[in-house]
């Protein structure tokens, strides 16, 4: 039992039309710093767990291990990233950012995120808190429902 064509709730439209408008900036991005959606996708992930083993990144991206060791070596080369051996378990490798996604050409990757964080700063702070837990519960929902 599906719904009606034509019958799509307007916060899945809203939403729709966010989603297409990051993917826009995000590919203006990648194309403007000559990286592909991967390399992307790894450069913003190791800026949010600075020290991400490759074993996560690769969970992360659902890459073979083969795979995220080739991508690795490529960030390496291009000197966006680095390699630290833990301290603990030399055999360990820890991933660290070696460029400032908040500076040129690399906030590209952030801008529209950066911009949507600024126009949601003027928002009523209730109703976006309440927005943001609806949204939560609605995407736990539907993929609780796709299991």
């Known amino acids: 039992m599906g719904r009606p064509p034509g019958a799509t709730p307007a916060l899945s439209l809203a939403l ?40 996560q990144l690769r969970e992360y991206l659902g890459i073979t291990s083969a795979g995220v060791t080739t991508l690795v070596d490529r960030l390496v080369e291009r000197n966006a990233v680095r390699r630290e051996v833990d301290d603990e378990d030399r055999r360990v490798n820890h991933l660290v950012l070696t460029i400032d996604l908040a500076a040129d050409p690399w906030c590209a990757l952030t801008k529209f995120d950066d911009a ?32």
């Open 16 to 55: 729709q039309r966010y989603v297409d408008a990051r993917s826009a900036a995000l590919l203006a991005a990648r194309r403007e710093l000559q990286v592909n959606e991967l390399d992307a996708r790894a450069l913003l992930f190791i800026a949010d767990n600075p020290g991400a083993r490759p074993g």
């Open 116 to 147: 949507f964080a600024a126009a949601a700063v003027g928002a009523d702070a209730t109703e976006t808190a309440r927005f943001a837990a609806a949204l939560d519960a609605l995407t736990e929902s539907a993929a609780a429902a796709l299991r």
